[in-house]
């Protein structure tokens, strides 16, 4: 039996993907386009990445193409998490148990920590509470590294958006309520 993996095959895509995600999400790109296909002018108003700060949970070789491609952003802070805590040359790299203290400083939550007993529902009840109000989460991760109906909660609230490269379930069906939810 030979057991192989993908590594270095997804980082560049899944880290443009990233990238993509938080920048359409903070510049409300999406209802642009929706109003476009109104034919109907949208002149609002949406932050830049610039001085933000942003938390990558998941830190492999996917995390750090990410930061990569944050880089050039002119960003206050880039925190990094993986599970087990070590020194890079761009800083620390903090372990799973420290979220709790790093959530609530993060404007972006970038997800791309594989799917696992440990990550399994990772992004729970608590873990989107303790995310700062308005905060954003970005999944590239897996559908089921975030509690589906925890997030549609902070969603219908409209305390934190999202920008989900994958769900659970996933293909999402219709009449889910990940298709409507705001800031989704």
Known sequence: MRLCNARGVHEASTAELALALTLASLRGIPGFVRAQQQERWQGDFHPALADRSVLIVGYGAIGSA???????????????????????????????????????????????TPLNETTRHLVDAEFLARMKDG????????????????????????????ALDVTDPEPLPQGHPLWHAPGC
């Open 135 to 162: 905060a954003l989460l970005v999944n590239v991760a897996r559908g089921p590294v975030v509690d589906t109906k925890a997030l549609l909660a902070e969603l219908e609230s409209g305390r934190i958006t999202a």
């Open 66 to 112: 990410i930061e990569d491609r944050l880089t050039p952003f002119e960003l206050t802070r880039v925190a990094r998490v993986a599970r087990s805590a070590r020194t890079t040359a761009r800083g620390p790299v903090h372990q799973l148990a420290e979220l709790p203290a790093l959530l609530p400083e993060a404007d972006v939550v970038i997800l791309s």
